[in-house]
């Protein structure tokens, strides 16, 4: 005798029965509820008599029933996980239900407490707010994975706070360390890291924990190495220290890092000129003084973004900067006992500290050169202009641009410092009547 065919199942009849779209069909509700009372599946041999009796049922069942079904899965949702304790399925009835999960009917509220398993089976219910599957899938990982970690502390008590203490060691050095040992740091945390994440997510045997000793010993022997390298090297002021290393990284100069790394960690006079930092820089000053006061140039101050000269001109002490990157770009190699060639050299490379006072200074300097001339200066510093007049006549020009670039008369004979200044002058085009500038000027300040 050939097995009765299911033809609708326990868990479509519990799902369909809960939902507002069976309502369409009276007949069939009364009998699925039926069906669902006696927590039973309808069958082809429970439903052939019906072709008799009732045809519009018997076709409902038979053709019908499983779009019924779709659509009454669309109206559920999946809502969330209720937890881990024995329960009953609502839908396939299996009592010995342990992963507790509610789901929604969005039409009319019912709710059902089911297992992930039973929601899988019909593809419509909603999984877009929670979705009981993904949820299963990371509950079981999540189990995994506790007890692959339990098993690697069980080992080695601490072992991932271990891990970060060593990537902690390592960035904390006060020094960087030449590449025999560096390298070694490095693949150390590399590869440490990667097998403890690999093992917890399964990629491992649990016969291949042991792995962890040789780490453990590694970091050891190079505790010992990086200590020694630290206490035989500290009072070098060319062995750069873990601040430059990680200064030189945030300007995007890793490959000068790391050749510093394979020059055992010391600076020479390739990669000294990518060093900005004033903490390096001020371990020079006694160099940098003696380089630069035969030619006049007194160090005043390194701040943390420029070094700062003062030089006496004429009457008046001129303070002249520049950044600190370029000025070790032009002057770094002074540290290796390197010349300056010329004053020239300094001027060029120096420009006239952008402060009020120190400008109004360099620029009455510049007015006295051209004493007994036809022409006066007259800045004015906030609006970052130069007046320069003749007669009823007057030239505005960019106050910086036209300064700094006429700051090299601090290196000449007052003759030719004035001819330089009389021939940059007299090369302005654009000049105007003294009072129609004067009246856009109040025009101007009137406004603020």
Request: charged share 30%; glycine share 4%; net charge positive.
């Amino acid at each position: 005798m050939a097995k009765d065919k299911v033809l609708v199942g326990i868990e479509a009849i519990n799902l369909v029965s809960k939902s507002e779209c069976i309502n369409q069909y009276p007949k069939v509700k009364m009998l699925i509820e039926n069906y669902r009372e006696r927590m039973k599946s309808i069958s082809l041999s429970d439903i052939e008599n019906l072709m008799r009796v009732d045809i519009e049922t018997y076709n409902i069942l038979m053709y019908s029933f499983k779009k019924i079904q779709e659509v009454a899965a669309a109206e559920w949702s999946q809502e969330k996980f209720v937890g881990d304790y024995k329960n009953k399925c609502q839908l396939c009835g299996n009592a010995r239900l342990l992963h507790n999960y509610r789901i929604r009917n969005v039409k009319n509220n019912n709710v059902l407490i089911v297992g992930s398993e039973c929601i899988n089976k019909f593809p419509s219910i909603d999984n877009r707010s929670f979705d009981s599957r993904k949820h299963r899938r990371d509950q079981d990982k999540l189990i995994k994975e506790t007890t692959r970690r339990n098993l690697l502390n069980t080992k080695f008590p601490g072992c991932k706070e271990d891990l970060d203490k060593w990537r902690g060691y390592y960035n904390n050095l006060e020094l960087l360390m030449p590449e025999n040992i560096d390298s070694r740091f490095n693949k150390l945390i590399l590869e440490s890291n990667n097998f403890y994440t690999d093992y917890i997510g399964g990629k491992y045997k649990n016969s291949e924990i042991d792995r962890l000793e040789n780490w453990y010993s590694e970091f050891d022997d190079l505790m010992v190495l990086s200590k020694h390298f630290i206490a035989d090297h500290i009072n070098d002021r060319l062995v750069a220290t873990k601040k430059i290393g990680d200064w030189l990284t945030k300007q995007n100069l890793k490959g000068v890092r790391q050749q510093i790394i394979k020059d055992g960690a010391k600076v020479n006079r390739h990669t000294i000129k990518y060093i900005g930092t004033s903490s390096f820089i001020n371990l020079f000053k006694d160099i940098i003084r003696e380089q630069f006061k035969p030619f006049g140039y007194e160090l005043q101050q390194i701040t943390d973004s420029k070094i700062i000269f003062m030089y006496r001109y004429k009457h008046s002490n001129i303070a002249l900067s520049t950044s600190l990157i370029n000025f070790m770009n032009t002057f770094g190699g002074i540290i290796f006992e390197e010349r300056i060639s010329s004053k020239e050299t300094i001027i060029d490379n120096l420009g006239i500290d952008w402060e009020e006072e120190n400008v109004m200074k360099f620029e009455w300097e510049l007015d006295n050169l051209l004493e007994k001339t036809v022409y006066n200066l007259d800045l004015m510093f906030r609006e970052n202009i130069l007046n320069i007049l003749k007669g009823s006549c007057v030239a505005r020009v960019n106050a910086e641009v036209f300064l700094k670039n006429n700051r090299c008369v601090m290196g000449m004979e007052d003759s030719v410092a004035k001819k330089k200044l009389l021939n940059t002058i007299e090369n302005i085009s654009k000049w105007e009547l003294k009072d129609d500038v004067e009246g856009v000027m109040k025009t101007m300040m009137n406004r603020y």
